[in-house]
Each structure stands twice: as structure tokens, then as C-alpha cells.
């Protein structure tokens, strides 16, 4: 796949601060089994990047809607997802840069953040329909020829994120049932 970059927006980069492109890429052209393998990571950086590989490889996901700076979500008429729904930094991780956007306050402020952003070269957004998933969240990771699954939860009325930074638990891996998690560790 070739390099993904908005025209104009200056260089993306990673979201995986400590896997440098500049000595990946030797590594990855002299090896084949490089792991892991960032080549997404890198060609399809952030959460522009991954909402863009996840529609064009046909994968499942929120409705949503891609915006490469601020002023393209105003030329836009903001994208036309109903509220509530949440915002993203295209660069961030462990809810950093995400926003729940409910009413006239939240979008101010979230878009006032996304043009700070902008301004320090971490431009793009996306917007994505709120999925309710009650303060829960489960996980799937590839790990060489298998996955791993954790899950992650928030206690009510905490947050609706459910990383770690932001004051969600970890559910181990015997406390999934189908359809639902019993929280706790």
C-alpha cells in the first residue's frame, strides 16, 4: 500500500513514539520478519490513518467521518453525525485528544483543542458515532499467529473511557461471558 498523507497538512507521523521510522524502515528493507511489523503504523498513521485503512479494507467500525484540519470541518458543515458522538485527535493515545460531544458547550471546546493541536503540527480529526458500551470495552490484540483479549472497564459515572490513564481497570480474562463482563479483578 502506498503512504497516506493529507495534501498540504505537512508530515504525519506515528502514533508509536518509541518506534522510530527512521531506523524501522532499514530494519524492515533487510529483513522480512521484522516484529513487530509497524508498516501500517507507519503508512497509515494515527486515527486518520486508521479509519482510512479500516474503510478501504471493508473492516468494522463507527460511522465515521474524517477531517483534515478544523477549517475542513467548518467548510464541511461538521460531517453530519447526530450527537452524541466522539472526537478524536488524529495523534494521541490512552484517551488523550478524545471527546464526547453532547451539545454547543463540548463541540467549543473540543474543536478549540483540535485547533491547538493543529497549530503545534498534529493536525486531522476524526468523528465517530458514540457506541454505548456501558462503561465497557474489550480488546483483541494479534500476538504472532494468535490474539490476546483483555478487557477494560470504567466505574459508573467515572468516565465513558475506559483506559487505564483515565481511571479504568482491567478485566481479567476469566471474567468475560458472553455478551457481557463481570467487572472487578
Known amino acids: 500500500m502506498k503512504r497516506n498523507a493529507w495534501p498540504g ?6 502514533s508509536y513514539p518509541r518506534v522510530r521510522e527512521d531506523l524501522y524502515r532499514p530494519c524492515r528493507a533487510g529483513c522480512a520478519r521484522v516484529w513487530p511489523n509497524f508498516d501500517l503504523c507507519f503508512d497509515w498513521p494515527g486515527k486518520v490513518g486508521q479509519a482510512l485503512i479500516f474503510a478501504r479494507l471493508g473492516l468494522p467500525r463507527p460511522s465515521t467521518v474524517v477531517f483534515p484540519s478544523v477549517a475542513d470541518f467548518h467548510r464541511r458543515k461538521g460531517g453530519g453525525l447526530p ?18 460531544v453532547q451539545d454547543t458547550s463540548d463541540q467549543r471546546t473540543a474543536l478549540e483543542r483540535l ?10 480529526f476524526v468523528q465517530q458515532a458514540l457506541i454505548d458500551h456501558g462503561g465497557r470495552d474489550l480488546r483483541v490484540v ?17 468516565s465513558f473511557l475506559t483506559h487505564v490513564s483515565t481511571g479504568g481497570r ?16
Open 142 to 158: 494479534p500476538v504472532g499467529d494468535g490474539t490476546v483479549a483483555y478487557g477494560r472497564w470504567a466505574p459508573p459515572g467515572e
Open 115 to 124: 485547533a491547538e493541536a493543529e497549530r503545534a503540527g498534529r493536525g486531522g
Open 170 to 185: 482491567f478485566l481479567r480474562p476469566d471474567r468475560f461471558e458472553p455478551g457481557r463482563f463481570r467487572p472487578g479483578l
Open 9 to 14: 497538512s505537512g508530515p504525519m507521523r506515528s
Open 83 to 100: 450527537r452524541p458522538f466522539v472526537r478524536k485527535t488524529n495523534l494521541g493515545g490512552q484517551g488523550e485528544g478524545v471527546f464526547k
